[in-house]
Structures are given as structure tokens and as C-alpha cells.
């Protein structure tokens, strides 16, 4: 397939060139694209050729065209005031990322926020979950895209629980800061680093001021268990998952872990789930598809980190990634996996003796190819900003009630 065939085109591309509202009675804008293969999103292959048309930045109409009338010049077209032809295009359903981080600097140094918005949109994401930024820029930007003000996807705003201080400690606090948010207009609520007595008594308040929770579990006291009591909505990244499922509940990490060094938690992530029983595992995995207790897993940062060289040797590497995150990216210290370079380390798996570039069994430690923290970087934090979360995630179901584990 020629690569021009083989683009994607984006609806969100076509409708950040915003119409405007009707005056004295006049109709909307039209835009039509041509001649598409359309993906509607429901599991069905793609067909076409078809006309969309949109107005008001909506789609009013998909249109099935008769491929031999549309290569003749007879096929019958509704009228637009404006066209692009999708001739060997595809059409897709807006993405959705689940696990956002709007942002306009990086260490201090100022990274236009421009950029970023771009850099989704291209990438076919349409709505974004915002799960810790600067909250009031954030609800301020939200309306500007809602209005049509800057070329951006829909934004729901989950604030950090406790990015303010002081941190709640108590129940009271924790509904105040529930109520904090609301007032201020947040889509839902991101915890981390919560004690269970505090998150149980804001989970409540959530769930009646109307605020979805995301829970980035981390390994704390509480796990996976906690989330389906609670009614979370989601669960970030992998952790509370196993540590739900270990038999004696206690993680088998050695004396010198340390959880904010990366280096450290992303060696021990699969032995996490080698020490989870698995029947205990299915029993919390069921439980959370009982509870709607969805999973976020944000795979592609670990993708990126089992296999650095070639993450940094993308294609789109050179041209994407904006100066300010590579610069930003080698003055990390070495205390992270993207760009320690201390080289493997002999640590144990199953009781046998391995070093970091994993077992050769269970292979589940990353294949550390690249020791210099330049060469190291950069790819990891572009393909984190431009993962998106499967469109099947449902960010309106409402959670069940689950019984006590």
C-alpha cells in the first residue's frame, strides 16, 4: 500500500477550522469529506467509498457512494461550502486518552502548550482525561475548547486530591476538598498517595457531589480491593492490581527499594505479578469488571522502557519531539529508568540468579540496551504524551455495588 493510501485522516483535523454561529437566520457552514473509508467504531470493517458531512461541527450525514458513478464524475453529491478529499483515507472515530497531563513547562523551562494539543490531535485523540496538571489553567483551557476557541480536544479536568496544601488528613478535610472541587467545576477526582481512612471518606463525597474517581494506587495500604469497595471508576497505571492477589499481602521487595526511584519500581513490576496466586488475581479481576472498576493500564510508557533503543529510533522521532522534553529529559537525575545509567543489576527471579535485562524464562524485566541518559530519553516521554486509551473505555458508567472482599 502507497504510504499517501495508507494516512489516516483525522475528523479532528478537518474540524479545528471552526464555523460560526448562524446570524440573522443564516445556515450553518457545510464541510464534506469526499470519497472516504470510513471506521465507525463498532467493530465492523471499514467501507466505503462514503461522504461525510458535518455542520456546526457536527456529523449530520454518511453518505454510501457508488464507486463506479464516483470514478465516472456522475455520482450524485450533497452541496458543501467546503471539501477535502479522503481518496484512499481513512476516517476514524475520535480516540480517547484516558491518562493526560496538560502542561506548559517542563523542569521551568517553558514548553508552548500549543504543542501538545497539536501533537493529540494528529494522533486522532479527540477527548482527553486530564489527571493532574495546573488546575485552574486547566478549567480555563477546557472552556476555550469547549467554545471552539483553540484547536484542542474535549478536556475533563480530574484534579490532583492532594497536589494543594495542606493535605487532608482526616474525613472532614477530605469532603471539604471533595467539595472544593466541585465548586470549581472539575469533571472527577485523581487520587494518589492516600491513606484508606481518607480516601474512603472523599470516595463517598465524590460519589455525591457527582465526581468520578481515577485512583493511581501506587504501593501503599491500599490496593485493588479498596477501588471496588469505593466505587473508583478507574485504576491508573498496574499497581494495586497484584498486590491485591499476594497471599500473605506483604510485596517481596528488598530492603533497599525505593518506591520514587523508576529504576526500582519498573525492575519489580513483574515480580509483582509472579507473586500474585493467580486464583486470588482472577477473583480481583472479576471483581472489578463487577464493580465497572475500569483499567488504564498506560502501557506505552513501560513499552518504551523494556526496549529504549528502539523507542528512541522511531520514525517520527526526530521530527516530533520538541526541544524542551529532550532537554528536559537528560537533566532527569539518575534516579529514573529513562535515563539511569547504572547498568544491570543481579537481582532474583523465581530464585534463580538474573541481572536487568530480565529472565530468560519469564523475560520480565527490560532488555536495557542504551546506557547513555541522552540516548536514553526523549522517545519515552512523546509516546507517554501521545498514548491514547482504547474508545471501548466507558467514562460514564456508573460503578456498581461490590460486597466486601
Same mark, same amino acid.
Given at each position: 500500500?502507497?504510504?499517501?493510501?495508507?494516512?489516516?485522516?483525522?475528523? /479532528?483535523? +478537518?474540524?479545528?477550522?471552526?464555523?460560526?454561529?448562524?446570524?440573522?437566520?443564516?445556515?450553518?457552514?457545510?464541510? /464534506?469529506?469526499?470519497?472516504?473509508?470510513?471506521?465507525?467504531?463498532?467493530?465492523?470493517?471499514?467501507?466505503?467509498?462514503?461522504?461525510?458531512?458535518?455542520?456546526? =461541527?457536527?456529523?449530520?450525514?454518511?453518505?454510501?457512494? *457508488?464507486?463506479?458513478?464516483?470514478?465516472?464524475?456522475?455520482?450524485?453529491?450533497?452541496?458543501? *461550502?467546503?471539501?477535502?478529499?479522503?481518496?484512499?483515507?481513512?476516517?476514524?472515530?475520535?480516540?480517547?486518552?484516558?491518562?493526560?497531563?496538560?502542561?506548559?513547562?517542563?523542569?521551568?523551562?517553558?514548553?508552548?502548550?500549543?504543542?501538545?494539543?497539536?501533537?493529540?490531535?494528529?494522533?486522532?485523540?479527540?477527548?482527553?482525561?486530564?489527571?493532574?496538571?495546573?488546575?485552574?489553567?486547566?478549567?480555563?483551557?477546557?472552556?476555550?475548547?469547549?467554545?471552539?476557541?483553540?484547536?484542542?480536544?474535549?478536556?475533563?479536568?480530574?484534579?490532583?486530591?492532594?497536589?494543594?496544601?495542606?493535605? #487532608?488528613?482526616?474525613?472532614?478535610?477530605? %469532603?471539604?476538598?471533595?467539595?472544593?472541587?466541585?465548586?470549581?467545576?472539575?469533571?472527577?477526582?485523581?487520587?494518589?498517595?492516600?491513606?484508606?481512612?481518607?480516601?474512603?471518606?472523599?470516595?463517598?463525597?465524590?460519589?455525591?457531589?457527582?465526581? #468520578?474517581?481515577?485512583?493511581?494506587?501506587?504501593?501503599?495500604?491500599?490496593?485493588?480491593?479498596? *477501588?471496588?469497595?469505593?466505587?473508583?471508576?478507574?485504576?491508573?497505571?498496574?499497581?494495586?492490581? #497484584?498486590?491485591?492477589?499476594?497471599?500473605?499481602?506483604?510485596?517481596?521487595?528488598?530492603?533497599?527499594?525505593?518506591?520514587?526511584?523508576?529504576?526500582?519500581?519498573?525492575?519489580?513490576?513483574?515480580?509483582?505479578?509472579?507473586?500474585?496466586?493467580?486464583?486470588?488475581?482472577?477473583?480481583?479481576?472479576?471483581?472489578?469488571?463487577?464493580?465497572?472498576?475500569?483499567?488504564?493500564?498506560?502501557?506505552?510508557?513501560?513499552?518504551?522502557?523494556?526496549?529504549?533503543?528502539?523507542?528512541? =529510533?522511531?520514525?517520527?522521532?526526530?521530527?516530533?519531539?520538541?526541544?524542551?522534553?529532550?532537554?528536559?529529559?537528560?537533566?532527569?537525575?539518575?534516579?529514573?529508568?529513562?535515563?539511569?545509567?547504572?547498568?544491570?543489576?543481579?537481582?532474583?527471579?523465581?530464585?534463580?540468579?538474573?541481572? +536487568?535485562?530480565?529472565?530468560?524464562? !519469564?523475560?520480565?524485566?527490560?532488555?536495557?540496551?542504551?546506557? $547513555?541518559? %541522552?540516548?536514553?530519553?526523549?522517545?519515552?516521554?512523546?509516546? $507517554?504524551?501521545?498514548?491514547? !486509551?482504547?474508545?471501548?473505555? =466507558?467514562?460514564?458508567?456508573? #460503578?456498581?455495588?461490590?460486597?466486601?472482599?
Amino acid at each position: 500500500m502507497k504510504k499517501k493510501s495508507a494516512m489516516v485522516l483525522m475528523l /479532528a483535523a +478537518a474540524l479545528s477550522a471552526q464555523t460560526k454561529a448562524p446570524e440573522n437566520g443564516r445556515r450553518y457552514a457545510t464541510l /464534506a469529506i469526499r470519497n472516504a473509508m470510513v471506521v465507525d467504531g463498532n467493530g465492523t470493517p471499514a467501507a466505503g467509498p462514503k461522504d461525510i458531512l458535518i455542520e456546526n =461541527n457536527r456529523i449530520v450525514a454518511v453518505i454510501p457512494l *457508488d464507486p463506479v458513478a464516483v470514478a465516472s464524475g456522475r455520482a450524485k453529491r450533497a452541496p458543501a *461550502d467546503a471539501e477535502i478529499d479522503a481518496t484512499g483515507k481513512y476516517v476514524l472515530p475520535g480516540l480517547i486518552d484516558a491518562h493526560a497531563h496538560i502542561q506548559d513547562e517542563r523542569g521551568g523551562i517553558p514548553q508552548p502548550q500549543d504543542y501538545e494539543l497539536k501533537i493529540w490531535l494528529s494522533c486522532g485523540i479527540t477527548t482527553i482525561r486530564d489527571v493532574g496538571s495546573d488546575t485552574k489553567k486547566t478549567l480555563a483551557l477546557r472552556a476555550k475548547s469547549a467554545a471552539g476557541e483553540v484547536a484542542a480536544p474535549r478536556i475533563l479536568v480530574y484534579p490532583m486530591f492532594n497536589a494543594l496544601a495542606p493535605v #487532608p488528613t482526616n474525613a472532614e478535610e477530605a %469532603r471539604a476538598r471533595i467539595r472544593l472541587f466541585k465548586e470549581e467545576g472539575a469533571d472527577g477526582v485523581k487520587f494518589l498517595g492516600v491513606y484508606r481512612d481518607v480516601m474512603e471518606a472523599a470516595a463517598d463525597e465524590a460519589h455525591k457531589q457527582g465526581l #468520578p474517581i481515577a485512583h493511581h494506587v501506587g504501593v501503599e495500604e491500599t490496593t485493588a480491593w479498596d *477501588d471496588i469497595r469505593f466505587g473508583t471508576r478507574s485504576i491508573e497505571h498496574w499497581y494495586g492490581i #497484584p498486590d491485591a492477589a499476594i497471599p500473605d499481602g506483604v510485596q517481596n521487595f528488598p530492603p533497599n527499594f525505593n518506591y520514587n526511584n523508576e529504576t526500582d519500581r519498573f525492575r519489580y513490576a513483574g515480580h509483582l505479578w509472579r507473586e500474585a496466586d493467580p486464583k486470588k488475581l482472577q477473583d480481583v479481576l472479576k471483581a472489578m469488571v463487577d464493580a465497572h472498576v475500569n483499567w488504564v493500564p498506560t502501557l506505552d510508557i513501560y513499552e518504551a522502557s523494556r526496549d529504549l533503543q528502539r523507542a528512541q =529510533n522511531q520514525p517520527w522521532f526526530a521530527e516530533w519531539l520538541h526541544p524542551t522534553l529532550a532537554e528536559y529529559s537528560s537533566r532527569i537525575p539518575p534516579t529514573t529508568v529513562l535515563t539511569s545509567s547504572a547498568g544491570p543489576r543481579t537481582t532474583r527471579c523465581s530464585g534463580k540468579k538474573t541481572t +536487568a535485562s530480565g529472565c530468560p524464562r !519469564c523475560a520480565i524485566l527490560s532488555a536495557w540496551a542504551a546506557p $547513555s541518559a %541522552r540516548a536514553m530519553t526523549p522517545a519515552s516521554s512523546i509516546r $507517554s504524551m501521545a498514548s491514547a !486509551c482504547s474508545a471501548n473505555w =466507558n467514562c460514564m458508567k456508573k #460503578p456498581a455495588s461490590i460486597p466486601s472482599k
